[in-house]
Structures are given as structure tokens and as C-alpha cells.
Nanobody, 119 residues
Framework: QVHMVESGGGLVQPGGSLRLSCAAS????????MAWYRQAPGKQRELVAA???????NYADSVKGRFTLSRDNAKNTVYLQMDSLKLEDTAVYYC?????????????WGQGTQVTVSS
């Protein structure tokens, strides 16, 4: 069984920073792409940022220059550093990993962590 466990969400003022972490656990052979998505109330889930195993990243236009995605393959962990947060960044953030588990590659999702940007 594979679990994706997120942490680091919380309440922050506009202009502040948060760092989200997502650790994958289980009998994992390898993890390919990892990504963060978010879903605000009344809106569809959207891609925030993604990173390949080799470290290539891509970001949603709305977070470019403010968010930084990184990963530690030895720890099966991905990090999302969020700076200059805006009110519109408020959402539940979900981690997703493309995991090779017992020879089968499939996507696994975390349970989500709330990020609230408010003054």
C-alpha cells in the first residue's frame, strides 16, 4: 500500500510564506512525476506545479515566480515553497505522485492540506 502524506498547511497573511511537504510511504520502487494541485471552494481542482524525477519543473502561470517546487528522491518527498501568498491562493492543496508500486505505475493522491491566506 502507498500513502501520500501532506503537511505544512495553515493560516497566513497576504505576502507571507508557507512550505508544504508530501512524503510517500510504502513498498515503493520509484516515483516518477510528482505534483501539487489545489482546489478552492466552488472551483475545479487545478495543477499548481509538477516536477519530474530528474527535477524538471513546470508551474501554473498564477504561481510562477512565487512558488518553488523541489523533491528529495531519497526521501520520496516533494516540497512546495510558497512565497508572496495572495488571497486567491486559498485552497486545499493535494499532492500527487506517479508511483511504481510492485511493478505497476499509477497515481496516488494525498488527503489534502488546507492553505488559508487571510488578513
Amino acid at each position: 500500500q502507498v500513502h501520500m502524506v501532506e503537511s505544512g498547511g495553515g493560516l497566513v497573511q497576504p505576502g507571507g510564506s508557507l512550505r508544504l511537504s508530501c512524503a510517500a510511504s510504502g513498498n515503493i520502487f520509484s516515483i516518477n512525476d510528482m505534483a501539487w494541485y489545489r482546489q478552492a471552494p466552488g472551483k475545479q481542482r487545478e495543477l499548481v506545479a509538477a516536477i519530474t524525477r530528474r527535477g524538471s519543473t513546470n508551474y501554473a502561470d498564477s504561481v510562477k515566480g512565487r512558488f518553488t517546487l523541489s523533491r528529495d528522491n531519497a526521501k520520496n518527498t516533494v516540497y512546495l515553497q510558497m512565497d508572496s501568498l495572495k488571497l486567491e491562493d486559498t485552497a486545499v492543496y493535494y499532492c500527487k505522485g506517479s508511483v511504481n508500486y510492485q511493478g505497476v505505475i499509477r497515481d496516488y493522491w494525498g488527503q489534502g492540506t488546507q492553505v488559508t491566506v487571510s488578513s
